[in-house]
């Protein structure tokens, strides 16, 4: 058994590179991680046997960006404001149904 049962990476890239994308350009992934790990501790999500949310180096879709991917499923999203979050968090994390208007292919 997994020590945990999901697993989030959300990509905290950042390349300064006005040429090349990112996606923690302006610092919403940085702020994204905030958000999720803080609303899925408030909900008792986080921990051995759950939930672990990561920081993660580039994770090479950067044109998709922001991005993240939740493992086991290998399911990956984009998302552009708190709402968003929100939605993954509720939809995904918690009910384990994937959210399809943020799924990037």
């Known amino acids: 058994m997994s020590f945990f049962e999901r697993h989030l990476f959300i990509c905290t890239n950042a390349r300064k590179d006005p040429c090349r994308q990112s996606c923690n350009d302006n610092g919403e992934a940085d702020a994204a991680v905030d958000f999720l790990k803080g609303h899925a501790k408030e909900q008792g999500l986080i921990g051995p046997g759950k939930l672990r949310i990561s920081s993660s180096s580039c994770l090479g879709r ?6 993240m991917v939740i493992y086991p499923e290998g399911r990956w999203y984009t998302y552009v404001d708190e709402q968003d979050l929100q939605e993954i968090l509720d939809e995904e994390l918690v009910n384990h149904r994937s959210v399809e208007r943020l799924l990037i292919d």
């Open 62 to 67: 950067c044109e998709e960006g922001p991005v």
